[in-house]
Nanobody
Framework: QLQLVESGGGLVQRGGSLRLSCAAS????????IGWFRQAPGKEREGISC????????EYSDSVKGRFTISRDNAKNTVFLQMNSLKLEDTAVYYC??????????????????WGQGTQVTVSS
C-alpha cells in the first residue's frame, strides 16, 4: 500500500521553529512531486509549498515565502518542511501529498493522489 506519514508537529511559541517530515512507504518517492498543504479551522485547504521529483525546483505561497523551506532526501524516502519565524496564523493541520503525474511543482490539491493523515501545528503567544 502507498502511504505518507507526517510527523514533527507540536506546540511552539510565536517566532519559533519546527521541522516537519513526510515519510513514504510502498513506493519510490523520487518519482513524485510532493506538496505541503495546511488547513486551519473554518478555512479552505491551502497549498503552501511543493518540490519537484528531483528536488531541483521548489515553490512557495506568498504566506510562507521567506520563512519556510522545503527539501527532500530521496535516499531516505522523506520530504521535509523547515518552518521558521512562526506566526499565530500558521496554526493549522499540515498535510503532505504526492502528485505522480507531474515533474514540476503543483500547489493544487486536486492534482495529488496520495495524502498523509496530517500533523497539528499550534503557534502560541
Amino acid at each position: 500500500q502507498l502511504q505518507l506519514v507526517e510527523s514533527g508537529g507540536g506546540l511552539v511559541q510565536r517566532g519559533g521553529s519546527l521541522r516537519l517530515s513526510c515519510a513514504a512507504s510502498g513506493f519510490t518517492l523520487d518519482s513524485y512531486v510532493i506538496g505541503w498543504f495546511r488547513q486551519a479551522p473554518g478555512k479552505e485547504r491551502e497549498g503552501i509549498s511543493c518540490i519537484s521529483s528531483s528536488g531541483g525546483t521548489t515553490e512557495y505561497s506568498d504566506s510562507v515565502k521567506g520563512r519556510f523551506t522545503i527539501s527532500r532526501d530521496n535516499a531516505k524516502n522523506t520530504v521535509f518542511l523547515q518552518m521558521n519565524s512562526l506566526k499565530l496564523e500558521d496554526t493549522a493541520v499540515y498535510y503532505c501529498a504526492a502528485a505522480p503525474k507531474f515533474k514540476i511543482c503543483v500547489l493544487e490539491a486536486e492534482e495529488h493522489d496520495y495524502w498523509g493523515q496530517g500533523t497539528q501545528v499550534t503557534v502560541s503567544s
